[in-house]
């Protein structure tokens, strides 16, 4: 299949339900491929590992919105999204980032295990016996447990939590490659409510300072000239959609993993300890974030093609995960993989700020899930949601079963006794 085919495919609603086996016909043209005159496709892992740490590559700065999105500057969603730590680049990103990082310290991160383990057993204590019908796993834990996370960093009332998914379920649709003017203005209309509700919260939190990441970036902006008032909301914003939509996904998919993976989940559920290389894997086999983009600056030259100054690059980080020269049988789930390093979280400046919070949540939660909830099983069929970028379940009904199952335990070392499929 012809490249420019094959990138149509993937933005189709057929091609993000599933990319996969389009990444597949994108590899087989090599691991950097041009698909349009300044536009070029990454598939393969070094290239993209590289491509995101290398300096003449950067986000899509307001010169080339400007000739690329005519009218982004009339868009509440754009714009919001355009004013943050994840559309700028240095030095304003790096000032950015520099403000919010204090509150995903690793000893903070470490401090919130055992908050993140509360909320999950209270998570799994509220969910109905089986005897009483599916439920559906988003609703009931993959969404609210990250929500309730981030919104403690951000010191966000728990009465409002709730709010948050509709507004962060609508403005994430202005992070696809593609966007209707249908999904626009449901994204509109979501940042638009979201930047309202923190206006509220700044100027409760310049009232009332807290221990909070919202009083924290309140006191960068009233300290001087180092935090703008649209910067403020925007990376708000941004904390929070970023906070949970991405750990959401990876809760979700996940947790499908492991349940077609008994023996896998066997394993996990009586060695905790694993979780960690679990973790990765399944950030691996099915990424929640499965691409960014990058505009370059300068010459260079990746996979045997020469990238122009100004060439768009979309890196696939999905397809770079499961780049066979980088893991072989990459289409296989296998926690015992040895020196597994997704990419999901990107590389370089971008890396995503809250990946170590995200790991956590994830290193906590399936564990647990798999001890409470040893007849946990999918009821039904999962629904997609139909988006490329952040890849995830709308729904994914379960049963849940908290009668002990009888299982064989494989031992702990990897090989034919190893959790593998």
Do not use: K
């Not at 447990?145 to 960093?153: D, K, Q, S």
């Not at 008032?229 to 499908?256: H, P, Q, R, S």
Request: charged share 25%; with cysteine; proline share 10%.
């Amino acid at each position: 299949m012809d490249p420019t085919d094959a990138l149509a495919l993937l933005m189709s609603p057929e091609g993000r339900l599933d990319p996969y086996p389009t990444y597949e016909r994108l590899r087989a043209h090599g691991p950097v491929v041009q698909a349009g005159p300044v536009f070029y496709v990454v598939t393969g892992y070094a290239e993209a590992d590289a491509i995101l740490r290398d300096s003449r590559f950067g986000v899509m700065d307001d010169a080339l919105r400007d000739q690329f999105m005519p009218g982004w500057r009339e868009s509440p969603a754009v714009l919001s999204i355009s004013r943050s730590m994840l559309r700028t680049n240095p030095p304003d990103h790096s000032r950015m980032r520099r403000l919010a990082a204090g509150a995903f310290t690793p000893r903070r991160i470490a401090a919130m295990r055992d908050v993140v383990r509360a909320q999950a057993d209270e998570l799994v204590d509220a969910m109905p016996a089986a005897d009483r019908g599916p439920v559906d796993f988003m609703a009931a834990f993959a969404y609210p447990l990250p929500v309730g996370v981030i919104c403690a960093l951000l010191g966000v009332p728990a009465a409002d939590r709730p709010l948050f998914r509709r507004w962060a379920t609508d403005l994430t649709g202005v992070l696809e490659p593609e966007i209707t003017a249908d999904e626009l203005a449901v994204a509109d209309r979501g940042a638009t409510e979201l930047r309202d509700y923190f206006t509220e919260l700044v100027a409760a939190r310049r009232r009332a300072p807290a221990d909070d990441l919202t009083t924290a970036l309140v006191q960068a902006h009233d300290g001087g000239d180092r935090l703008s008032g649209d910067e403020m909301l925007a990376n708000l914003i941004v904390l929070l959609v970023a906070g949970f939509e991405t750990t959401t996904n990876l809760l979700g998919n996940g947790l499908v993993a492991l349940l077609e993976h008994p023996r896998a989940a066997a394993a996990l559920r009586e060695r905790p300890d694993l979780a960690p290389a679990y973790v990765d894997e399944l950030l691996r086999y099915d990424s929640p974030v499965q691409l960014t983009s990058r505009m370059s600056t300068a010459p260079s030259r990746y996979g045997d093609v020469d990238l122009p100054p100004e060439s768009w690059v979309i890196v696939l980080l999905g397809a770079a995960n499961r780049d066979p020269r980088r893991y072989p049988d990459p289409a296989r789930f296998d926690p015992w993989r040895a020196q597994i390093a997704p990419l999901s979280f990107g590389a370089g400046p971008h890396y995503c700020l809250g990946a170590a919070l995200a790991r956590l949540e994830a290193q906590v939660a399936f564990p647990l899930l798999l001890r409470r909830l040893p007849g946990l099983a999918v009821a039904g069929r999962p629904e997609r949601r139909v988006r490329l970028t952040l890849r995830g379940h709308a729904t994914l009904p379960v049963t849940v079963g908290r009668e002990a199952a009888p299982v064989t335990v494989p031992g702990t070392r990897p090989g034919a006794a190893g959790p593998t499929p």
